[in-house]
């Protein structure tokens, strides 16, 4: 595989970062992760315009622009052969004096990889089980709307759901509100309402969630925010996850009991599908 390391393709093998480089050390930087596809990444800059707000509020500078990136990430993609996979861009504030303090970490690290694109049902969306991890996320966390490197309560919960033979985890707030996923965003339908946790739980504004509340509004389905219990999450005619890697996942069963299905499910996931396929 090549790699795009600090503004040079190389090999994997050569692609090199400092074992004092603060990502690794603190979890000091950000990531996106995009869904590729024709080769070109679908809804490129939607993640640009995460990645830098995640840089202003952090106060990393990302070193290029994002014209410059979108090139480099073409290019990247042609090299590799890769127009339909996934690509991971990572950004970290780079090498420093030792310590917590991010001064003299003036020459941040940039780097984007290739990686094979989930597997995919012929038809209709993946269908998920589901369990609940055990650690909580602190309701209305500033840092949880940015996709920073430090995510250790995820990949805790992912290892739960590894453990318990489910494919993803959910994550509960300190106030007691199913948030989101491990490594998505969550939906759940009553009726023919679809709704979704506000923001202010503490959850991450995934780029394919917008997509998906989009994709609401377009088929005219009544869309709302709103905090939700494990136990009014098991009562709902429906339950969904988004993410760029799979994009629309059905959830089947939530710590072992059973979900109900939702036509309006069908739907989504078919127009997301067709979104993507058409995005150039």
């Not at 998920?128 to 709307?145: C, E, I, M």
């Not at 609401?216 to 429906?238: M, Y």
Request: aromatic share 8%; glycine share 8%.
């Amino acid at each position: 595989m090549i790699v795009f390391l600090n503004g040079q393709f190389v090999p994997e093998e050569q692609a090199m970062v400092s074992v004092f480089d603060r990502a690794f050390l603190y979890g000091d930087g950000l990531f996106e992760t995009m869904r590729v596809i024709n080769g070109k990444p679908f809804r490129w800059w939607d993640h640009m315009e995460r990645l830098h707000k995640g840089g202003d509020f952090l106060g990393i500078k990302i070193p290029f622009g994002c014209k410059s990136l979108e090139k480099f990430a073409t290019e990247l993609i042609a090299q590799n052969k890769m127009p339909d996979a996934l690509m991971r861009l990572t950004v970290s504030r780079g090498v420093g004096p030792r310590g917590y303090s991010p001064k003299g970490a003036d020459k941040p690290t940039l780097v984007m990889t290739m990686h094979p694109a989930p597997l995919a049902p012929n038809s209709g969306p993946v269908r998920w089980k589901l369990v609940t991890g055990s650690l909580r996320l602190p309701a209305g966390d500033a840092l949880a709307q940015f996709k920073t490197a430090n995510k250790l309560a995820q990949v805790l919960a992912r290892a739960e759901a590894d453990a318990a033979g489910a494919d993803e985890a959910v994550l509960l707030n300190t106030d007691g509100h199913v948030v989101e996923g491990a490594s998505s965003n969550l939906f759940w339908i009553e009726g023919k309402t679809v709704f979704t946790p506000p923001l202010t739980d503490g959850l991450l504004a995934g780029v394919t969630r917008a997509v998906t509340i989009e994709i609401c509004q377009s088929l005219s389905l009544p869309l709302a925010e709103r905090a939700v219990t494990p136990e009014q999450l098991r009562r709902a005619d429906g339950v969904f996850l988004t993410l760029s890697s799979i994009g629309v996942a059905e959830a089947i069963a939530l710590d072992g009991a059973t979900l109900a299905t939702s036509l309006f499910l069908v739907e989504i996931h078919r127009a997301y599908e067709k979104l993507l396929l058409n995005s150039h």
